[in-house]
């Protein structure tokens, strides 16, 4: 029994790709673009870490300590290598209340068991169900995003100890010259050079004007002070004082009720986030990712962050994308930019201190112009309206709430609008049996399911009909519960007149359901080649008749 159960477990946990360079050669070129690639994703990094902390009402260390340890285990292990994590707004959002009730170290328990529930998904493949969210869903992600991103940015432009305030008119005008100057010179260094990365270029060139010239703009030292030692191991459960001043977490069942909903909706929005990120970047890199393997890896990261002070995270579109764009295609340049950034906090704070927001405003803008699907405006006249609205109301609901909501909403829309379509295909071709003299045929096409159940009833004429009719399921499918009981209730409206009626060509998996049902008064299996045409009559009252 114990061999059969692991054997089973083998089975279900595939040995991951855990290779450093997979299908890419190993050359000083790619090497040197892996590693300039990391450097300029962990310069973007740290801003955004920071910030993510301040919404979650943490520490700014407990954002970058999560953007370190995330994005290095989930480089070494994610299911798609160029695939950047770390902390991000999604998370923090719903961080917000848990931190302002309970303390940070009811967060980090909450981060534990939110990788906990990551790791169950992976190891049971829940991953694959990201395939259900249809494409227009995707559009409207990304757009969504693209607008999220820009949207954030916008903070950078306010006073740093007035955030209720703009900048003052000089310091504006020269912020907007200097992140325009960063994206004009993103946008020309590919057609000069390929040896940097257009964003690194950027941040260089404007970091070296601001810091040679003293001009005096918003710098990352004006966010927080990113100084820090390593991160260090420590358990939030237990009694007396944690972190930061706040209360350690009981272990026990009361802190378990609190923090539960919390780390399901926050596993749900990072695997959401991870895996729909998977796809893009598998879609840019013309590779495919391991959805499984990027839960388990997800997962894990997060476990560990929570016993080291991290706020958690999951995949980052804006780093990946500028990754991707830089070059990154290994698991060289996720595990370069979690180095860097670790540097940044330990030896270099002094100096990355110094590189002026505007540089980096000026990359996340550029990466907002190139995640965002132009195109979709031009899709949007071509596909059906459904599926345009669809593209519009995911993007609408990304920006105004939170991804994961946007995404349950689009699938939720697109699944009714899939249903409806489908629901008004069924219909019926009506002629006299060959087989059977006197018996009427009715020739189902279209699936028979809760949306088509009305339909269905409706293409019969009970009281005109003959004595014995044949419905004919060769070109229908049997789906539901409601289906069988529409079966039920036409069978019982023509045993009521003292007619009879019989189902004929019944696939395997029609005949299994209605087997099972008990609705089948025969035993025998009806050939799915309709080689032998079997005719079954139907039992009612199974379901009740409602």
Avoid at 509 to 534: I, R, W
Wanted: charged fraction near 15%; hydrophobic fraction near 55%.
């Amino acid at each position: 029994m114990r061999r059969a159960a692991m054997a089973l477990l083998a089975k279900q946990i595939s040995p991951p790709n855990l290779s450093i360079m997979q299908d890419e050669g190993f050359t000083v070129a790619r090497v040197r673009t892996e590693l300039l690639s990391g450097l300029t994703v962990a310069l973007a990094l740290v801003p955004e870490a920071v910030a993510f902390a301040f919404v979650a009402g943490v520490h700014p260390l407990v954002g970058l300590y999560a953007a370190f340890m995330v994005g290095l285990i989930t480089a070494v292990f994610g299911g798609r290598p160029g695939m950047i994590s770390g902390a991000t707004g999604a998370l923090a959002v719903v961080m917000v209340a848990l931190v302002a009730q309970h303390g940070v170290e009811y967060l980090f328990v909450t981060v534990v068991l939110m990788g906990i529930l990551q790791i169950i998904a992976g190891v049971m493949h829940w991953g694959k169900f990201i395939r259900l969210v249809p494409h227009p869903v995707m559009l409207g992600f990304v757009n969504g995003l693209a607008i999220v991103i820009f949207l954030a940015q916008l903070t950078q432009f306010k006073d740093p100890e007035n955030t209720e305030a703009w900048l003052a008119s000089s310091q504006l005008v020269m912020m907007l010259g200097l992140v325009g100057l960063t994206m004009l010179i993103i946008w020309g260094t590919p057609k000069i050079t390929a040896i940097i990365p257009a964003p690194l270029a950027g941040i260089g060139i404007v970091a070296a004007l601001v810091i040679a010239f003293g001009i005096n703009v918003p710098t990352v030292g004006d966010m927080a002070s990113i100084k820090g030692g390593f991160p260090s191991f420590h358990n939030p459960f237990g009694t007396g004082e944690g972190l930061y001043g706040t209360a350690l977490a009981p272990f026990t069942l009361e802190t378990l009720w609190i923090i539960l909903p919390y780390a399901v909706i926050l596993a749900a929005i990072g695997l959401i986030e991870s895996l729909l990120t998977l796809n893009l970047v598998g879609e840019i890199t013309g590779k495919r990712g391991g959805a499984s393997q990027e839960c388990i890896a997800q997962g894990a990261s997060n476990v560990v962050t929570g016993f080291f002070g991290g706020m958690g995270g999951c995949a980052m579109i804006g780093q990946s994308m500028i990754n991707v764009k830089s070059g990154g295609r290994t698991r060289i340049a996720g595990i370069t930019a979690a180095l860097f950034l670790l540097a940044f906090i330990v030896v270099a704070s002094p100096l990355i201190e110094q590189i002026p927001l505007a540089a980096l405003v000026g990359v996340m803008f550029m990466v907002v112009i190139g995640t965002f699907a132009w195109n979709s405006f031009k899709v949007m006249t071509k596909v059906p309206l459904m599926d345009a609205f669809v593209i519009v109301l995911v993007t609408v609901v990304t920006v105004m709430t939170d991804l994961a909501i946007a995404v349950v909403v689009g699938v939720i829309v697109s699944a009714l609008a899939y249903a409806w379509n489908n629901a008004r295909r069924i219909h019926a071709y009506t002629r006299e049996s060959e087989s059977d003299k006197g018996a009427k045929v009715y020739e189902i096409e279209g699936p028979l399911f809760f949306g088509s159940t009305d339909g269905f009833i409706e293409l019969f004429d009970v009281a005109g009909d003959p004595d014995h009719v044949i419905v004919d399921f060769a070109r229908s499918r049997v789906v539901d519960q409601s289906a069988l009981q529409a079966i039920e209730a036409l069978a019982g409206k023509y045993e009521a007149e003292g007619k009879s009626v019989v189902l004929r060509h019944l696939s395997r998996d029609c005949h299994q359901l209605l087997t099972k049902a008990g609705h089948l008064m025969v035993d025998s299996d009806d050939d799915p080649d309709y080689e032998v045409a079997v005719d079954y009559s139907v039992k009612t009252g199974v379901l009740g008749g409602h």
